[in-house]
């Protein structure tokens, strides 16, 4: 795996948040594309907190951000976030 890295988005300065998600490099783009969607679906407060308080069981009972660590695919999360708070399928 290569160097691990911490993917910030612009304004973003709380380190627990969502903003502070560590990834390999080559999830970099993906995970900021990911921060990207949960933004502007949940906007930034609502977002970061249900991907870093909410328990998703369909991701094995851990929060977005624990899964994401874990190494679940961004994409994977997106999609059980957005079968969770019932997000019509065509912006998934």
């Known amino acids: ?3 691990v890295v ?7 300065t709380d380190p ?15 995970l900021t594309e ?9 906007g930034e407060t ?8 909410h328990v998703i069981l369909a991701l094995g ?3 977005g951000s624990a899964a994401i660590e874990a190494g679940v695919d961004p994409r994977e ?5 957005c079968a969770e708070f019932d997000v019509p399928r065509s912006r998934w």
């Open 16 to 30: 627990r948040a969502a903003c502070g998600v560590r990834t390999g490099i080559f999830g970099t783009v993906r």
């Open 61 to 63: 009972g851990r929060t």
């Open 1 to 3: 795996m290569g160097p």
């Open 6 to 12: 911490t993917v910030a988005g612009a304004g973003c």
């Open 46 to 53: 609502r977002g970061d907190t249900l991907l870093n308080d």
């Open 77 to 81: 999360v997106w999609r059980a976030l």
């Open 34 to 42: 990911f921060q990207e969607l949960l933004h502007t679906e949940f």
